[in-house]
């Protein structure tokens, strides 16, 4: 019995090891597509500067692209988490291949 839940823990925080590192990679990712964005509109920066722009405007018009990306990305992920594809619900259905008498899509 204790193997079973040593190995079951081991998993578990495999899949938080991997979770983690998923998120810091789209983290990383982000911020390269944010930091080529705004290196591409320096010229664009400047003359907004130059025609009186506060600081504060600057930060604010990165920030908005910036939360146009993730909220692309929030719409697109829970739109994928409540309409799954047929094909993968069997994947995961008890009468296929149960794990520990669990189907993924009644957890």
């Given amino acids: 019995m204790t193997s079973v839940i040593s190995r ?3 998993i578990a925080y495999l899949s938080a090891a991997f979770g983690a590192l998923a998120a810091l990679l789209a983290a990383v990712g982000l ?3 944010m930091a080529y964005a705004m290196s591409r ?3 664009e920066i400047g003359i907004r500067m130059a025609l009186g722009a506060r600081p504060s405007d600057i930060r604010w018009l990165a920030l908005s692209e910036s939360l146009r990306l993730i909220g ?3 719409i ?3 739109a994928r988490r409540w309409l799954p594809v047929p094909w993968c619900r069997d994947c995961f259905s008890a009468s296929r291949g149960p794990i520990h008498g669990y189907s993924a899509w009644r957890l």
Avoid: D, F, M, S
């Fill in 8 to 10: 079951e823990h081991l």
């Fill in 41 to 43: 509109r320096t010229g």
């Fill in 72 to 74: 692309a990305g929030v």
């Fill in 76 to 78: 697109v992920g829970v």
């Fill in 31 to 33: 911020y390269g597509v």
